[in-house]
C-alpha cells in the first residue's frame, strides 16, 4: 500500500512484519519467541509501561483501516469511510483517522467534541443518536457537522438554533428499515432474541416511512436546511454479509419510495456499521464464532455494491455517495491487553489463574460472552497443557478467559489478549474502585503513552461528602452534651 498524502495530511508507507506466527500483519511472535507490537516485545512494555496494560498497533491500525476502505473502492465509485469514534475514542486514534482521510461518526456531544478537537474535517463527521440536546446540536450546527435526525422535536430545535446562529444545517434521517427478509435469519443474539428483523424493530433507532415523510416535507420548508443523507445501522447482528447487502437495498427501495412521496432524492446513503472480521484463531461472540471462515471486507463490498447497483437501475435512481461506520473492523485488530499473573489457585475440580486485568477492562468478555484469544506474552508459541479460568481480581467471577487450554503460568507472567483495540478503553469501568489502565501506541520501535495511566485521585477526586458527615465522623464532640445511650 503506498504512501498518500490526505487533506494536508501525511500517511506512511506500511510493510507487514515477517513473525515466526502472525496474529496480524503487525502483531506476531517475534525473534526471542516473545509475542511482538510492531518492533517492541511485548514483555519490555509490560515491564516498562506496566499493567493492566492496553497497546495498540499504529501500523495495524491504518493497514486494517486502508484494507477496509480500498476493498469498497474497488466495488464503488464514491465511497467514504466514517470510523466508529466509540470503539476507540482516544485523541491519538483520531489524529491517525485524520491523517488517513476518514470521518467520523460521533455518538453524542462528547465524541463530536474530541473529534473536533482533533482537527477533524466537520463536514466528514456525522452526529448520531436518539436522544440529542440542545447543546450538542448547537455544537454540531456552529460546526458544520452533519446531523442524523433521530426523534421528531429534534427539527424544533434545529429550527430554532439555526436561526440564532445565522447558520446552515446539513441533515441526515436515521431510518426505520422494514428489513423483511431477515424476518428468517437469525445472528448474534447482542440485542435481544428473536429474528434479525425483530432485533433491529425492538431498538430504539429509527424513523418510520411516514415519520421520514413528514419530516422531509417539513426540512423542505426549513430555508437553512440542506438534505443530506439517510443512515441505517444494522449493528453487529450478524457476520453474514448477505444480510448487510439485504440492508443495503432496502435502503435505495426506501430513496424510492421518498422520491415517489417528496420529490427528494437522497444524495448519499449511509449504511452505518456492524462489520465483523475473523481470525485464524478466533475471535468474537459466544466462544470462536469469527475464524478463518468469516466475511472479509472484500465480500461486504462485493455483496453491498451490488445490491445497491442493482437498485439503483431497478427503481432509476442514480447511485448514491455511499458512507460506511466501521468501528471494531478497524480498531479491534490492532490491541492488545496484556495483564501480570497473580495467584494461581487450584481446586479439586478446576484451575485459576488470576491477573490484574480484569473484564473492567475487557467487558466485553463479560456482557456478550466475547473471545479473545489469550496467549502467553514469553515464549508466546508455547503448547497448552492445561484448562484453566483466566480471571480478574474483582468480586464478580470476573472470567476474562474461561476454559482455556494454556502453558503453567505462575505469579509475575504475563499473559495477552488479542484484538482488544475496539471497545475496551472506552467501555473500561472502575467497578471495586480499580483504576483504569494505560494505553500505548506502538510506532515500529517506538512506544508512546497516548492515555495516562488512572491514579486514585482521579477516582478519588469525584467523590464530596457532605459537611453534616464530616462534623459526624471528625469534629471533637461537646463534653457537657448528654452521651447518647443505644439500648437493645
Not at 477533524?120 to 440536546?133: A, E, I, M, Y
Amino acid at each position: 500500500m503506498n504512501a498518500h498524502a490526505n487533506d494536508g495530511h501525511f500517511a506512511p508507507q506500511l510493510k507487514p512484519k515477517d513473525y515466526s506466527i502472525s496474529f496480524g500483519e503487525f502483531v506476531g511472535i517475534g525473534p526471542n519467541g516473545n509475542l511482538w507490537v510492531e518492533d517492541c516485545d511485548v514483555n519490555d512494555l509490560a515491564e516498562k509501561f506496566g499493567t493492566p496494560l492496553y497497546i495498540i498497533s499504529e501500523s495495524q491500525f491504518r493497514y486494517t483501516y486502508r484494507a477496509f476502505r480500498d476493498a469498497f473502492r474497488r466495488h464503488y465509485p464514491s465511497v467514504e469511510i466514517l470510523f466508529a469514534n466509540k470503539s476507540n475514542n482516544g485523541l491519538a486514534i483520531r489524529h491517525i483517522m485524520n491523517q488517513e482521510g476518514a470521518g467520523g461518526d460521533c455518538f453524542g456531544v462528547n465524541e463530536m467534541y474530541l473529534s473536533l478537537l482533533a482537527g477533524t474535517n466537520p463536514k466528514t463527521l456525522v452526529l448520531n443518536g436518539s436522544n440529542k440536546q440542545p447543546e450538542e446540536l448547537e455544537m454540531a450546527i456552529a460546526n458544520g457537522v452533519c446531523i442524523n435526525i433521530d426523534a421528531m422535536d429534534e427539527l424544533d430545535l434545529i429550527e430554532e438554533i439555526s436561526a440564532r446562529l445565522g447558520r446552515n444545517v446539513d441533515l441526515g434521517i436515521r431510518l426505520k428499515l422494514d428489513l423483511e427478509p431477515l424476518a428468517g435469519r437469525t445472528g448474534v443474539a447482542m440485542h435481544g432474541p428473536g429474528t434479525l428483523k425483530q432485533q433491529s424493530d425492538s431498538t430504539k433507532w429509527g424513523m418510520s416511512r411516514q415519520q421520514t415523510v413528514a419530516i422531509i416535507r417539513r426540512a423542505q420548508s426549513m430555508p437553512r436546511v440542506r438534505l443530506c443523507e439517510t443512515h441505517f445501522h444494522l449493528s453487529r447482528m450478524s457476520n453474514d454479509p448477505e444480510n448487510f447487502a439485504i440492508m443495503a437495498r432496502e435502503m435505495i427501495a426506501w430513496s424510492a419510495f421518498i422520491r415517489d412521496e417528496t420529490g427528494w432524492i437522497p444524495d448519499c446513503i449511509d449504511i452505518g456499521g456492524g462489520w465483523t472480521f475473523g481470525k485464524w484463531y478466533g475471535t468474537g461472540p459466544n466462544g470462536q464464532l469469527d475464524d478463518d471462515r468469516a466475511p472479509t471486507a472484500e465480500d461486504y463490498a462485493r455483496l453491498c455494491s451490488a445490491a445497491i447497483k442493482e437498485e439503483t437501475a431497478r427503481y432509476g435512481l442514480p447511485l448514491p455517495k455511499l458512507r460506511l461506520e466501521p468501528g471494531r473492523a478497524l480498531s479491534g485488530p490492532s490491541g492488545v491487553a496484556v495483564g501480570m499473573v497473580g495467584a494461581v489457585k487450584e481446586g479439586d475440580h478446576k484451575k485459576w489463574v488470576n491477573m490484574d486485568l480484569s473484564t473492567n477492562h475487557l467487558s466485553w468478555a463479560a456482557a456478550l460472552d466475547w473471545y479473545y484469544h489469550a496467549l502467553p506474552v514469553v515464549d508466546a508459541a508455547r503448547e497448552g497443557s492445561e484448562i484453566v479460568d483466566l480471571v480478574g481480581p474483582l468480586c464478580n467471577s470476573d472470567e476474562v478467559g474461561p476454559h482455556r487450554k494454556m502453558p503453567p503460568f505462575k505469579r509475575g507472567d504475563y499473559v495477552a489478549f488479542l484484538d482488544t483495540g475496539g471497545y475496551t478503553e472506552s467501555c473500561a469501568a472502575r467497578y471495586n474502585a480499580q483504576l483504569l489502565p494505560a494505553t500505548v501506541l506502538v510506532s515500529g520501535n517506538r512506544a508512546e503513552v497516548i492515555t495516562e495511566r488512572e491514579q486514585l485521585k482521579d477516582v478519588a477526586g469525584r467523590f464530596r461528602v457532605p459537611p453534616r458527615l464530616l462534623a459526624a465522623s471528625f469534629a471533637p464532640q461537646d463534653r457537657e452534651s448528654p452521651s447518647i445511650i443505644v439500648t437493645p
